[in-house]
């Protein structure tokens, strides 16, 4: 069982940033992919981002060049750092694990464990 716990949305302006936070509760955190997602209202839970044991990265074609995945083994943290956020980012994220070693995969059904989401609002 892992335990994933988001911490770090809310109210900014277009134009400005977030950090988003997700620490596991599991041991072997080190080995997993992470991964964060979005989800608006009616839409499908998407891909924004994910990251490998060894640091290779995947980004969604819109938050290229303004989103940047990353990891602290250390820590059990994985972070999402949001730059020059438009209205269209406004979205529940969520942070999830794949337990699958080195694949990255951007499809919300393999991630074997999610996060509850935290809420990111962009107004303009």
């Known amino acids: 069982q892992v335990q994933l716990v988001e911490s770090g949305g809310g109210s900014v302006q277009d134009g400005g940033s977030l950090r988003l936070s997700c620490v596991a509760s599991?041991?072997?955190?080190?080995?997993?992919?992470m991964g964060w997602f979005r989800q608006t209202p009616g839409k499908e839970r998407a891909i924004v981002a994910a990251?490998?044991?060894?640091?290779?990265?995947y980004y969604a074609d819109s938050v290229k060049g303004r989103f940047t995945i990353s990891r602290d083994n250390a820590k059990n943290t994985v972070y999402l750092q949001m730059n020059s956020l438009k209205p269209e980012d406004t979205a529940v994220y969520y942070c999830?694990?794949?337990?699958?070693?080195?694949?990255?995969?951007?499809?919300?059904?393999?991630?074997?464990?999610w996060g509850q989401g935290t809420q990111a609002t962009v107004s303009s």
């Open positions: 999830a694990a794949d337990l699958t070693p080195s694949r990255i995969d951007i499809r919300a059904a393999r991630y074997d464990y």
């Open positions: 990251i490998n044991w060894s640091g290779s990265t």
């Open positions: 599991r041991r072997t955190f080190s080995t997993n992919t």
